[in-house]
């Protein structure tokens, strides 16, 4: 089946630092790609999403992009704030056969910003 | 509803006890989704449903869950003999179609004494 490898953390920033988060993935067929956020006592939030090879997905200053040839999508953002302290999920969606466009969750990697 | 709702929003049950968790997805929602979410791990599959029709439940982890949708809309997760591996956030996921993008409830976190 699907599977999802993350970047381990907890990871741990000052304010305006860089972030990245590394993702690959091993997956049957075509799928999307989706990294989701928990922030802390919140439920599982859509961040981001590409559904094809190349496609940058992007959302509050966050990017990601679909490297087929690697099998990663790795979140960057430019300049961190102390709001992005949060749970981040890496999340390929099955294409087909018995996926039914179930997600598979990476393990999260949890950020904290200080400011 | 605006999203997916669930309730309770936690339960705490004697080991033992059954449990029934409840999952009002976005209306017009045909795929639904359950997911278990162990402290400090990612979400993992538990079963799946298109309408009223569980065309996997692959992820169940014991003959003690059970899931149904009786008439494709509100779904209920139930535990039977729950055991203290089952304490866990479980989250109901919905979405339009299976190509498109899945909103998830809050959760039901379920402790298990």
């Known amino acids: 089946g699907d599977s999802v490898t993350q970047m381990e953390g907890p990871v741990t920033l000052s304010e305006e630092a860089f972030l990245t988060i590394n993702c690959t993935y091993t997956?049957?067929?075509?799928?999307?790609l989706f990294w989701y956020v928990q922030y802390p006592g919140e439920g599982l939030q859509l961040l981001l999403k590409?559904?094809?090879?190349?496609d940058k997905g992007s959302n509050k200053g966050f990017e990601a992009t679909y490297r087929k040839e690697t099998t990663s999508f790795h979140l960057e953002k430019g300049s961190v704030q102390v709001s992005d302290s949060a749970v981040y999920f890496c999340?390929?969606?099955?294409?087909?056969?018995?996926?039914?466009?179930?997600?598979?969750f990476g393990q999260g990697t949890i950020l904290t910003v200080h400011p | 509803g605006a999203g997916v709702s669930q309730s309770p929003r936690y339960k705490v049950a004697k080991r033992g006890q059954d449990v029934a968790l409840r999952c009002d997805p976005i209306?017009?929602?045909?795929?639904l989704f359950w997911y278990q979410q162990a402290l400090g791990q990612g979400p993992e599959f538990l079963t799946y449903f298109q309408n009223e029709a569980q065309l996997d439940k692959s992820g169940l982890p014991s003959d003690r869950f059970f899931a149904e949708r009786p008439e494709g809309s509100v779904s209920t997760l139930k535990i039977q003999r729950t055991q203290q591996e089952d304490s866990a956030v479980y989250l109901c996921?919905?979405?339009?179609?299976?190509?498109?993008?899945?909103?998830f409830g809050q959760g039901t976190r379920l402790t298990v004494v």
């Open positions: 997956a049957t067929g075509y799928p999307s």
């Open positions: 996921a919905s979405s339009a179609d299976t190509n498109t993008e899945a909103f």
């Open positions: 590409a559904t094809k090879a190349d």
């Open positions: 209306s017009g929602h045909v795929s």
């Open positions: 999340a390929p969606k099955g294409a087909g056969g018995t996926s039914y466009g179930k997600l598979t």
